[in-house]
Every structure is written in structure tokens, then in C-alpha cells.
């Protein structure tokens, strides 16, 4: 167990530098290194101006030289400036994160727990009503483009019926009802892709441990059903899930950017959006090390439970 | 004896037509194949399809809504955007990019993803430990957000978004690859082709590929649905490919500001993915139960 996870860490950590690399070199492909700071990098602009913020940000020294000077900055927990606002990056991302963050989580919750739950109706009642409408729905949910569902309820709930907000986060002032009401659109669009991947996987791993020797067992018995289902099965068929909540979790990002894009929301994905828009290296670099870092320790998370909820995994 | 008299009088019944007809719908991907088939047709032949210019608006013709709504009229079947473009022929000509985009993704990830699975698995040893290490550190990397830095330093282009998505697509091939060749070079019949002289190329080449050329057929159209997904995506938000290419993600974006006064220019780029999309996941459904059941857990 204790290699287990030192490996785990030690190869987060090697992730992390990767990213680091791969972020540095990316920034550095373009025809001119001028542009990610600036967008329209030669158009109207001294060459003298040009000098000067070459050397501003550095870009005027050799690529390792920069690559160090950056990587040492980002030890000390320093992302830099922003370009166009012109303040420390860390302060600007900090101040979106609890928006991201309270969407996310509130999310998670709508995706795992009606997903699994789901999943395991529509295994044990196969090829009934419950498991065609879970798998439709689940079908709609990994064919669908977030930001055009995003679009389409917007249209319906908003415009149509007037139920529901279409955008931004609420005023601080509102009831706490009229704030909810926010997080209703948003958090389903984000929720939908991993909620039916939650289904699909316990549904497929559930069906194929239902049918296993140790649960036939478990019948003759006289286990009750209940037991056999929520803590034989379910048990064991967790496991498919949990490794693919690495996946899960990517989606959760890539849903961000977009969700947090139709709906207004004051987050980090939208913060990476403008800042693409606005060529800000500084705090689009930032954004994606913070996505990084937030992903690989989820993704560490995830190893524990699984280690948890499988023993084989702690001993070998 | 009853059995087959029951059989044959099914056979000529009108219930038994259906049934036979339900059957053959069940068994073959045929819907899947009729949407994914007139895309294709309707993506190569768009220029002969169509009378109108895709990048080309017609000012008369602003906002013309679908022909079954309002005022709308059977020379824009789907109405027109909002400076007179009309939405069915830039639709065809999203499909042209929509599927040229994903098409090469997917060839060019699926054999690089092929490759290191091969010789991951034939090789063994530190080859096999490293490129499985990089494979893990692919899978952890949040290409969106890659996506977003390229978009900065080189700028909005067709190129740029199927290098990415092609990065972003090898992986998963090459881990179930690599998984299918470790349990198949163990049989007899590899060592057997040693002992016959085959060279090492030469046996990953005629003896394991077309071993594993099913997986790779399985995870391939699994994965096309997801590629479309992602350049609607990138296009959608600007970064992807230029905005004066028509794609459906740039058209979604486009309506977004008329959800308003012309839904229908977001709406019909979105099903157009969704069906698309759709589609293609069913055949790849289709093709892992008929190919490998196995690979169930994959989807």
C-alpha cells in the first residue's frame, strides 16, 4: 500500500513537470515568442517598443535560460503578471476558483450519485422502461456538445418557459433561493457527460459481476437480494468507475471552459477563455498548471479509493 | 419438424415481415450507416448540391427562418444566418470539415497509437516501460486547455486542430494494443514464426497486426464521435479553426448572439453533431459486439 502510493506521488510529481515542459514548449512554437503576450505582435509597434518588452518578459535570453527562470518562479508559487490587467496572477485565478469550484462540486454530486444509482437500476432491471430511459439519456449525454446543450436549455427554460436565469452567477445580495436558481442550468450541463459515463460503466460492470460464480453463491445461500446487490455487487462493480474517474474528471474541465463560457460564469474557465482571446501567456500558463495540479490530486483521490474498495491493489 | 412449419408459416405472415425486418435493423447498423453515408455524400458533392456560396451572403435573404416556420421559404430549406448565408450549404460544407477534421485525427493517432501498442508489447523491457509511462502521462494532460496555449503562440488554424486532436488520440489505442500483443506473442504459432526466420518486423507486420487489427478497428470508430465533439468545441470558442471556414461549431457560435430573434441558426449545427455524433457511436457499438465483446468497458 505505502509503495503503492509512494509511486503514485512520485509519478504526479514527474506529471507535473511534464506539463510544465510541454506548456513552456507550446508557448514557444509559434513564428513569433512576442504573441502570446501580445496579440498583433508587429503591427503598429516601435521595434524599440518591441526590444523593450522582449526584454521585459525575458524573451530576448536563450529558451533554457527562460524555461529555468520561469520553472524557479513557479517554485516560489510566482505566476507573474497578467498582461492587461497588470496584477498578480495568483490573486486574479484565487479569485475565481470558488466559482469553478462550489459548479464543480455541485456537479460531482449530480453525476455520481444518480449515475451510479441509475446504473445499478438499469442492470438489475434489464431490458426494462428504467434501463431504456437511462440508457437514452445516456446516449443523449455522450453525443451531445455542451455548449450547444447549454444553448438549447437556455432557449427552453429561459426564453420559452421563464423559469430559470440564463446567466452569471447571481448578485451576492440575492436570497439564497434566487442564487440557487443560478446553479441549476450550469451545474446539469456539466454534470450530464460524466453522469452518463458513471451509468454506462456501473450498468456494464454491475450486469457482468451479477453474473459471477461468488454472487450465484451468495443466492443459494438464502443472501437477501439487498445485500447481494449493495454490497456483493455493488462493491466489486465500483471499481470500472473509479478507474475511469480520471477520465471523468478531464471531462469535468474540458465541460468547465464551456459551460462556464454560455453561462457567464465568473470562473476559472472563462477566465482561460479571455485570456486566450487577449493572448494573457501569464495567466492562461496559470490556469493550466492550476487545472494540472487540482487534476492530479483528484486523480490521486482516486487511486486511494480504489485502493480502498479493491485489495487487490494494496497488496500487490 | 413443428418448428420449421412454424418458422416458414412466420416467414409469410405480415408479423413475421416485421419481425424479419425488425431483426435486420437490430443486426446490421443500417440507420447509423444511411445518416454517417449521406454526410459523407453530402460533404464531397456539396458543391454540386447546393446553388449558394457557403462564405457568400445573400443581404436580401437576412435571417430567412426554416421553410416550415413563418415566413420561411423552400429556397432556404433551413433558413439563412444572419448575413443571408444559407444555413443547409454551410451545414454541407461543415460536414466537409467536421469529418475531414476527425478523419485524420483519427488515422493519424490510430497508428501512431498502433505502433508504440506493437512494439510496446513485441519489444517488452524498457521500451515497453517507457512508452506505457508516457502513454499515463498523455491521458492526465487536459487537452483543452493545451488546445487554448497553441491557439495563442500560432494562431487559429485547419492544421493546428488536427495536429492536437491526433496527439490527443493515440493513447488509448496504443494501451489496448500493447495489452492484446503481451498475451498474443506467449502463443506458439509467433515462436514457430521465429523458428521459421521471420524477421522481428515481419512478425509484428503478417502475425500480430492482423491480430489486433480489430481493437484497433473498435476503439477507432469509438473514438471518432469524441473528435467531433472536440473541434466543434475549439471552434466554437475561437481557437480553432479560422472563423471564415464554415464548421458547426463556428456556426453555433455565430447564433449564440440570435438565440433570440433566429434560433435556428445554433440549433440545426447542434443536431447535425448530435446525429453525427450519434451515429457514429452506434457503429462503434455495433462493431465491439461484433468484433470483441471484450471490449465492453472501453465505451
Same mark, same amino acid.
Given at each position: 500500500m505505502r509503495r503503492f502510493l509512494i509511486r503514485r506521488a512520485v509519478f504526479s510529481i514527474l506529471t507535473l513537470w511534464g506539463v510544465t515542459i510541454l506548456v513552456f514548449v507550446l508557448s514557444r !512554437?509559434? #513564428?513569433? /515568442?512576442l504573441l502570446v503576450y501580445v496579440? &498583433?505582435? =508587429? @503591427?503598429?509597434?516601435s521595434p524599440e517598443t518591441i526590444a523593450a518588452l522582449k526584454e521585459k518578459w525575458g524573451l530576448d535570453r536563450p529558451l533554457v535560460v527562460q524555461y529555468v527562470k520561469w520553472v524557479g518562479a513557479l517554485l516560489r508559487g510566482d505566476l507573474g503578471e497578467s498582461?492587461?490587467?497588470?496584477?498578480?496572477v495568483v490573486l486574479i485565478i484565487s479569485e475565481k476558483v470558488p466559482a469553478t469550484a462550489q459548479l464543480a462540486a455541485i456537479a460531482w454530486v449530480i453525476a455520481t450519485v444518480p449515475g451510479v444509482a441509475l446504473g445499478v437500476l438499469s442492470a438489475v432491471k434489464r431490458g426494462s422502461v428504467w434501463d431504456y430511459t437511462a440508457r437514452a439519456i445516456a446516449l443523449i449525454g455522450q453525443a451531445t456538445p455542451p455548449f450547444w446543450l447549454a444553448l438549447v436549455m437556455i432557449l427552453v427554460f429561459? *426564453?420559452? !418557459?421563464? $423559469? !430559470? #436565469?440564463?446567466?452569471?452567477?447571481? &448578485?451576492?445580495?440575492? /436570497?439564497f433561493f434566487t442564487r440557487l436558481r443560478h446553479y441549476i442550468m450550469p451545474a446539469l450541463v456539466l454534470a450530464l457527460g460524466p453522469w452518463a459515463a458513471y451509468m454506462r460503466l456501473t450498468r456494464s460492470s454491475m450486469l457482468e459481476v451479477l453474473d459471477t460464480e461468488f454472487v450465484k453463491l451468495a443466492r443459494a445461500k438464502g443472501v437477501g437480494n439487498t445485500v447481494i446487490l449493495w454490497k456483493h455487487a455493488l462493491r466489486n462493480a465500483l471499481i470500472q468507475p473509479l478507474t475511469v474517474s480520471a477520465a471523468v474528471l478531464a471531462s469535468f474541465i474540458a465541460g468547465a471552459v464551456f459551460v462556464e463560457t454560455v453561462f457567464a460564469w465568473p470562473g476559472i474557465g472563462r477566465l482561460a477563455v479571455q485570456a486566450t482571446l487577449d493572448n494573457d501567456f501569464p495567466i492562461l500558463a496559470g490556469v493550466v498548471l492550476m487545472f494540472g495540479v487540482g487534476y492530479l490530486a483528484l486523480n490521486f483521490l482516486a487511486d486511494l479509493a480504489y485502493a480502498v474498495v479493491d485489495p487487490r491493489i494494496r497488496y500487490s | 419438424m413443428a418448428a420449421t412449419t412454424r418458422m416458414l408459416s412466420l416467414a409469410r405472415s405480415p408479423a413475421g415481415a416485421f419481425k424479419r425486418t425488425f431483426d435486420f435493423f437490430r443486426r446490421w447498423p443500417v440507420i447509423p450507416g444511411l445518416i454517417i453515408g449521406s454526410l459523407a455524400v453530402g460533404a464531397i458533392f456539396a458543391g454540386f448540391l447546393t /446553388? @449558394?456560396? #457557403?462564405?457568400?451572403?445573400d443581404l436580401t435573404a437576412r435571417s430567412a427562418p426554416p421553410a416550415? *416556420?413563418?415566413?420561411?421559404? $423552400?429556397?432556404h430549406p433551413l433558413g439563412t444566418d444572419r448575413v443571408g448565408r444559407d444555413m443547409l450549404s454551410r451545414l454541407l460544407y461543415g460536414a466537409r470539415v467536421s469529418l475531414m477534421v476527425a478523419g485524420v485525427a483519427v488515422s493519424v493517432g490510430t497508428i501512431t497509437g498502433t505502433l508504440a501498442g506493437l512494439l510496446a508489447g513485441y519489444v517488452g523491457g524498457m521500451v515497453d516501460e517507457l512508452l506505457m509511462r508516457l502513454v499515463d502521462l498523455w491521458s492526465a494532460l487536459p487537452f483543452l486547455l493545451i488546445a487554448l496555449i497553441v491557439a495563442v503562440s500560432v494562431g487559429p488554424s485547419l492544421w493546428m486542430v488536427i495536429g492536437l486532436l491526433a496527439l490527443s488520440s493515440w493513447s488509448a489505442g496504443a494501451r489496448n494494443v500493447r495489452g492484446e500483443v503481451l498475451s498474443l506473442k506467449t502463443r506458439d504459432y509467433v515462436a514457430l514464426a521465429k523458428v521459421a526466420g521471420a524477421s522481428h518486423t515481419r512478425i509484428m507486420y503478417r502475425h500480430l497486426l492482423p491480430q489486433v487489427i480489430h481493437v484497433v478497428i473498435v476503439i477507432t470508430t469509438l473514438r471518432i464521435g469524441s473528435l467531433i465533439i472536440a473541434e466543434a468545441g475549439l471552434s466554437f470558442l475561437g *481557437?480553432?479553426? /479560422?472563423?471564415s471556414v464554415p464548421t458547426w461549431g463556428i456556426m453555433i457560435a455565430e447564433g449564440r448572439q440570435y438565440l !433570440? =430573434?433566429? $434560433? $435556428?441558426i445554433a440549433i440545426f449545427p447542434g443536431m447535425a453533431i448530435f446525429a453525427t455524433v450519434t451515429a457514429f457511436n452506434f457503429l462503434g457499438d455495433w462493431a465491439r459486439d461484433r468484433l470483441d465483446p471484450r471490449l465492453r468497458q472501453l465505451a
Open positions: !512554437l509559434g #513564428p513569433d /515568442p496579440r &498583433d505582435a =508587429t @503591427y503598429g509597434i498582461v492587461g490587467a497588470q496584477r498578480s429561459s *426564453v420559452q !418557459l421563464d $423559469w !430559470l #436565469p440564463s446567466a452569471t452567477r447571481g &448578485d451576492a445580495q440575492d /436570497p | /446553388p @449558394y456560396d #457557403p462564405k457568400q451572403g416550415w *416556420v413563418g415566413d420561411g421559404e $423552400w429556397a *481557437v480553432g479553426v /479560422p472563423a !433570440l =430573434t433566429a $434560433w $435556428w
